[in-house]
């Protein structure tokens, strides 16, 4: 299931993770940089949102194999 996740870098997070969790896989999508917002005192810093799923290696394993499938089938149709 995808769920929003944000961070206060200016880096855009990977699409593929690998590397941040030793029991799983982030798999990112919709990215949007909301830039520096002042309101007043308040200061809200730039930074990206995003839609992530953790998947174990297995379940990433066969979610690749269908992008892969449908991208086939979009490319032949």
């Known amino acids: 299931m995808w769920k929003g996740n944000c961070n206060s870098d200016s880096v855009r997070p990977a699409e593929i993770d690998s ?5 799983g896989i982030y798999v990112r999508k919709d ?10 005192d308040r200061v809200s810093p ?3 949102e995003w ?6 290696r297995e379940e990433f394993e066969l979610y ?3 992008k892969a499938l449908k991208d086939y ?3 032949i149709s």
């Open 19 to 23: 590397v941040s969790s030793p029991t």
């Open 31 to 40: 990215f949007v940089f909301v830039p520096e917002k002042t309101e007043g």
């Open 46 to 48: 730039a930074h990206w």
């Open 51 to 56: 839609k992530e799923m953790k998947l174990t």
């Open 64 to 66: 690749m194999d269908n």
């Open 73 to 75: 089938l979009d490319m």
